[in-house]
C-alpha cells in the first residue's frame, strides 16, 4: 500500500535529485577502489571535458528510483567487480585457478559447484555417477572447502557461491573454514545465490519443496542479518530463467516476483524491512539484444525501488536500491565457430555495464562446448579489462538515459512486468504459480517460439544459420575433466567418514534435526555444528529430507 | 501398423536440470506429427529404457548438457542391448565435443546432434530412421 505522505516524500526526493545533478555535472575526477587512476575520466579520449552525468530524465543517478544507476558517480567512484565464475574437478585443483585469476587481476571469486554438490550428493553416492567434478568443483565436506580457499584471505577478497538447493549447507561450510583459520563470520563478504524460487522455475536444481525450503531461507537471511553485516544473504537471480528460453521481460517479471516473495516471506517471520534488504541482491543476464538488455536493467531498478519503498514500506534508501551482479548469456553462444562468442560477449558485457551492473561474469568463447580454458578465461576477463579502462564507457553515469528508444523501452519493460505480477497475484502467488506450472509453460512458450525464428531465419545467428563457415571446425583445446578425478573424490569423501569423531557427526545431525522440526529455531547454527563434525553434504541433505520431505516436478512441455 | 504416428520418448538423465533444448526437441517433433512421451528430469538410462519399451517407442532421444554424456549414453546403449530392445533408434544431444561424439556414435547412438543443429534436420532424421525401425518392426 503507497502510504501516507509518499507522494510529499517523493517530491522532496526529485528536488535534492535536481540539485544534486546540478553538482554532479561538474566532474570529480573520482575514482575509488579499482579506477584507472584520476584524469582518463573526466575528457574524452580526443580531451573533450565530460560531466559525470547529463540530464536531467527521471530523476538522476543515486537518486529514488534509481532508473538511472544508484551510485551518483556511477563507476567513477567504484568500478564493477569482474568475476569470473570458476570451479571444475576436485577443490584443489579449482584452488589453483583461484590463485591463477587473483594474479590475473580479478577482483573476487565465485565459485561454480558440480552437479551432485548442487543436487545434494556426495561424489561417492549412486547419483553422482558420471557428474563428479564436471561443471564445477566437487564440495562434500568441510574438508573439501578448506582446500578450496587454501592461502586465500578470507577476509579479505569476496565471494561469491552460486549454489541454492544446499546453499545453507555451504554458507556454514564457508563460515567454518574461515573461523577455522582466524577470521570471524562478521568479517565475511560475499554472496551466496540461495534463490530456490528460481530453480522450481527454471534450473531445476531443487532438493526440498517449496515451503519447507522458504522457511530455510527466511532462517539464512535472519541469521546473515544478524551475525554476518558484511554478506549479500540472497542472490535473486534471472539468469537461469532467461537461460532456460525466456523474454527479457520474462526474466525481470519472475525475478522480481522471486524478490518480493522473499521480502514477504521474511517480514511475515517478523523481520524488519529495512533489516535485511539492504543486503538482497539480483543477478541477471545480459542477452544479445543490446538496447532490450539496457532498458531491462533500467527498469528492474525502478520497479524494484518503486514496490520496496510504496508496497513493503521500506524507509531506508539502501532497501530500496537493486544492486545486481550480471553474465552474459551462455545461450547467445554458438558451438559454431566459438571464437565469435568474444565479439557477442565484448557487446552483452558493454550492455551490462550500460545498464549499471556492480559486478559481471563474462562468459568464455568455449563454454558452449565444455568447462572453459585457462586461455578462454583470461580473454574473457581481458574482455572487462578493455571495457573498463580503453572504452571510455564508464565516464559519465546512465549515458543512454533519456535517449527516446531507450526511455520508451524501459517504460515497456516495466509495463510487461507490472502485467506479469498481476497474472501471478492470479495464482495466489509466486510458489503457487510455479505449483500451477505458470513459469514452465510461459517460459517453454518463448524457448519454442525463439527456435522456430531461428529455424525459419527471421533471425539470422552468425554461422548458424546465416554466413555459415562451411569447413571442419578447427579443434580447439579443450578442458577434460577425467575418471580418476571421480574417483579420487568419491575416496576423499569415504576417508573424510571414516576419520570423524563419529559420535559428534551423529549428535549433530539430531541436533539439526530437532531444529528442522522447530519453526522456532534458526536452522544455521545447527548447520555449522554438523559441517565442523565434518557431516558431509549428503548426510545433512538426507537428515533434512527426513523431516522435509523431498520435491518432484510435473514435467510441463 | 505403419500408420499410426511415430512415438518417440524424449528423455533427460542424471542431475542435468538444463531442459530447454529437450523441450523444444519434443515440441518439434510434436509438431511434425509424432508422439512424444518427455519423461522429465532426473532419469535413470533404466527408467528411459523401461519407458521407451512401455509405450512402444521407435526412437529414444536423450539431452545431456552436464558432462555426463561419456556416463550416461553408453549405460542406456547397454540397457537397450540387456533389454532386447536395440532396435529402437537412440539419438540424443546437448555440449557434447565432437571427438565425444565420434565415439558414442561407435560405442551404437546413432546420432549426436549438437548445439545450432537445425530442428528440421533433427525432424528428418527422426522420421527417416524410426520410419525404417516401424516398417522392420510393424
Redesign the interface.
Known sequence: MASKGSAAMLRQAQHEAQDELETMKRPTGRWGRNGPGSGALDRTISDVPLQVVYGPEDGSPGRYPYTRGIHPNGYRDRLWTMRQFAGFGTASQTNERYHFLLEHGQHGLSVAFDMPTLMGYDSDAPQARGEVGKCGVAIDSLADMEILFDGIDMGEITTSMTINGPACIALAQYVAAAEKKGIPRAKLGGTIQADILKEYIAQKEWIFPPRPHMRIIVDMIAFCTREMPKWNTISISGYHIREAGSTAAQELAFTLADGFAYVEACTAAGMDVDEFAPRLSFFFNSHIDFFEEIAKFRAARRIYARHMREKYGARNPRSWQLRFHTQTAGCSATAQQPENNIVRVAYEAMAAVLGGTQSLHTNSMDEVLALPTEKSVEIALRTQQVLAYETNVTNVVDPLGGAYFVEALTDEMERQAESYFAQIAEYGGVIEAIEAGFFQREIAEASYRYQRSIETRDRIVVGVNGFVHDVDEEAIDLLKITEATERAQARAVQDVRANRDAAAAARALEGLQAACRDPKENLMPHLIDCVNAYCTEGEIVDAMAKVYGRYTERAVL | MADRPLRIVIAKA???????GA??I???L?DAGME?I????FQTPEQIVQTAIQEDADGIGLSIL???H???FPLVVEQLRGQDAADIVFFGGG?I???DAKRLKELGVREIF???A???EIIDFVERECGKRRALVG
Open positions: 542424471g542431475l542435468d536440470g538444463h531442459d530447454r523441450k523444444v519434443a515440441r518439434a510434436r512424444v518427455y519423461t522429465g528430469l552436464s558432462g555426463a561419456m556416463t550416461l555440449t565435443p565432437a571427438e549438437t548445439p545450432g537445425p530442428l528440421q
